[in-house]
């Protein structure tokens, strides 16, 4: 069995920011213990935040990091106007499409 880690820049990131955040959001949910959803969270961000420092330096990791957890931080007001859910998909799909278009779209 192969226990290799993968090339940080042939990485997919947006999946995993996708992961970090609906992941988090069901941990916190189905626990019941809202800080437990960060480690989802934390996990993916720093899987991700490795390929984006291979493939953009400080400034690309400094910048999606700020992404994802901006994104983490609106979900919390956007859910009281739209719902959980909702919320919950939106910001995924701001922060893993500017994953796959500043990281992942770029030749390795």
């Known amino acids: 069995m192969d226990m290799t880690v993968k090339n940080a820049k042939d990485v997919s990131t947006a999946p995993l920011v996708a992961l970090g955040l609906v992941g988090g ?9 809202r800080p437990l959803g ?3 969270m934390i996990a993916a961000l720093g ?3 490795r390929t984006w420092a291979a493939k953009g330096g400080a400034p690309l990791a400094v910048g999606l990091t700020g992404t994802f957890l901006g994104a983490f931080g609106v979900s919390h007001p956007l ?9 919950v ?3 995924t799909a701001v922060a893993a499409g500017a994953a796959h278009f500043l990281s992942d779209a770029k030749k390795k």
């Open 25 to 33: 959001w069901v941990t916190a949910r189905e626990t019941g213990i």
């Open 38 to 40: 960060t480690v989802p």
């Open 47 to 49: 899987w991700a935040n």
């Open 79 to 87: 859910a009281k106007k739209m719902g959980a859910w909702p919320s």
């Open 89 to 91: 998909i939106t910001v």
